[in-house]
């Protein structure tokens, strides 16, 4: 069955989306620049509470390594709720022309099509992989 849910701008199609999803799902911002760098984000909660993304970007002139992973510190890059932090990298984005589509990953086989859709690889795999093994794993 698939539930991978794709939405591009969360004020058009409103995602079916908790905020308690931030403990149990992985959310995902895929943004490609038009020179066509591209960058592979998922979100994180804070030490403070609030939330931000982070990930890496690829080079169109190097396709074949994502750079290291960080947590992005843009002025936009923070929110108090999920929506809040989706529509302020939205809104950002559109401004700058960059494409943005976002995904909400519900379980193991999410996670492995998004892997391998953008052929992500390197530290920012691992994360993914690590967090993915952490909230799709059987709770006792």
């Avoid at 992500?120 to 691992?126: A, D, G, N, P, Y």
Wanted: hydrophobic share 35%.
């Amino acid at each position: 069955m698939v539930t991978l849910k794709i939405f591009g701008d969360p004020r058009i199609k409103i995602p079916q989306i908790l905020e308690t999803d931030i403990n149990d799902k992985i959310i995902i911002a895929y943004k490609v620049t038009p020179e066509g760098k591209r960058f592979l984000n998922y979100m994180i909660k804070n030490k403070n509470g609030t939330l931000s993304f982070r990930g890496s970007s690829k080079s169109c002139y190097n396709d074949d390594k994502w750079s290291t992973a960080v947590t992005w510190t843009d002025s936009y890059n923070n929110g108090h709720t999920i929506m809040d932090l989706l529509i302020k990298e939205y809104d950002k984005m559109r401004d700058i022309d960059w494409s943005t589509t976002h995904y909400v990953l519900e379980n193991r086989l999410d996670l492995n099509n998004i892997l391998q859709a953008y052929d992500v690889s390197s530290e920012l795999r691992t994360e993914l992989e690590k967090l993915g093994a952490k909230i799709f794993s059987p709770k006792p």
